[in-house]
């Protein structure tokens, strides 16, 4: 198994909340006990390596006018899975876009997230991406509640690495 | 509509600040101030207004988006359906494990949907089998992604004004 990308007192550091201040990154090293210069370092390496997606602000999307949360689940025969994932992957609305196994009384393999204002909204957008990506058989499953929303946490796991 | 009114106001450096700082953050010493400098606004500025978007909960964090396969860990969506008298007391206990980051109730057959982001295969396993087990669930379905197409959550933020008149 390869090596995860930073140790764990790195890790820790870098997963804190950045202090809103003149110089962030100099706080959460010297609190984590590391270097303004190598924790600037980290990131950016992990950034230009893809073990950090992005680094930046996490927003709360229902706080920002996004309330309905749309679930599109789409039943795409295996020949066109590629073609109709990247197509969808393609439009800026998706947030999400995952090929997933079907099981049963439920046989859409193709998953997309959509975030709208409202479910009037997201609907409009599940229409336009249906006449698009040419799929007939489709759901759209709204969330009626949010039992947890929480960023996920890497570090502070017990007994899972060395460093 | 009464929540309508809760809704923090965004003015219009809000919206720019919020997409600034999803999109562009600098990796540098002074990230807040070479933001003002794009902004033309003092950083003092940038301090205040980033602060109370917190405050507000707008922003739920400042950091980086990790990679889970790049830091050992892995992903997985399970599809329950639970018993409705019980979903509520299915959410709370599914929403305990450290494992689980995103848990919702849906309007379907399936009605609970979680996903986890877990530090080993035997970790995802070990929360899906309690999950499975508890009262009330009548079927429940691991749904590890076959294939990523995309992720990318960021939000296009707008202009509001605060319905509550504030």
């Not at chain 1, 947030?95 to 046989?107: I, L």
Request: proline share 6%; with cysteine; aromatic share 8%.
């Amino acid at each position: 198994m390869a090596q995860p990308f930073f140790d764990e007192r790195m890790l820790a550091a870098l997963e804190r909340d950045l202090p809103v201040t003149h110089r962030p990154f100099r706080r959460l090293a010297e609190e984590a006990g590391l270097g303004e210069t190598e924790v600037l370092q980290a990131i950016r390496s992990g950034l230009r390596s893809g073990a950090i997606r992005r680094y930046g602000a996490l927003l709360a999307h229902r706080e920002i006018g996004f309330e309905a949360n749309a679930m599109i689940v789409w039943q795409v025969p295996e020949e066109r899975i590629e073609e109709a994932g990247a197509l969808l992957a393609a439009d800026a609305r998706v947030t999400h876009c995952y090929q997933r196994p079907t099981f049963p009384g439920f046989p859409y393999n193709l998953y997309t997230m959509v975030h709208a204002a409202t479910r009037d909204e997201a609907m409009t957008i599940v229409a336009d991406l249906a006449k698009r990506v040419n799929v007939e058989q489709f759901d759209v499953i709204f969330s009626l509640r949010e039992f947890k929303k929480a960023s996920p946490t890497y570090s502070g796991w017990e007994g899972r690495r060395g460093a | 509509m009464a929540e309508e009114l809760s809704r923090p106001a965004l003015d219009a450096l809000d919206a720019q600040l919020l997409n600034a700082l999803q999109a562009d953050f600098s990796i540098e010493p002074a990230p807040f101030a070479a933001l003002a400098e794009k902004l033309g606004v003092p950083e003092s500025v940038v301090i205040r207004r980033v602060e109370a978007l917190k405050e507000a909960g707008v922003i739920r964090k400042i950091g980086p988006v990790l990679e889970p396969g790049r830091m050992g860990f892995v992903t997985l969506l399970v599809a329950m359906k639970v018993a409705p008298d019980q979903v509520e007391a299915v959410g709370r206990q599914v929403s305990e494990f450290q494992a689980v980051t995103h848990n919702y109730q849906r309007d379907h057959a399936y009605n609970l949907w979680f996903t986890m982001v877990a530090p080993s295969q035997e970790e995802a396993e070990r929360v899906f089998k309690k999950a499975a087990a508890l009262p009330g669930v009548e079927a429940a379905y691991p749904l590890p992604a076959l294939r990523r197409f995309k992720v990318s959550v960021r939000f296009a933020v707008k202009e509001r004004k605060g319905a509550g008149g504030a």
